[in-house]
């Protein structure tokens, strides 16, 4: 009886043990993917930021521009 108890409690922890790897091999691919998901949405985020920030700046740049020039002409 006591092998029997043995064998049994060795097949259900090697059944539960089997279950836990291809579980945590299943969460891990999902968080590489999500991962992956996110650091695509950061750069993503990023570069459209910067080419906000150039435009933005591109803009000031071209309205300072004539204000000197009308400034100049005003003073002559």
Do not use: C, Y
């Not at 920030?53 to 004539?66: D, F, N, R, T, Y």
């Amino acid at each position: 009886m006591a092998l029997t108890n043995f064998i049994l409690t060795v097949a259900g922890v090697g059944a539960v043990v089997l279950l836990f790897r291809s579980d945590v091999k299943h969460s891990a691919a999902i968080f590489r993917r999500n991962v992956r998901q996110i650091r695509q949405w950061l750069e993503e985020e990023s570069s459209s930021t910067s080419k906000a920030a150039e435009k933005v700046k591109h803009k000031e740049l071209e309205s300072q521009v004539p204000q000197k020039d009308v400034n100049k002409e005003g003073k002559h």
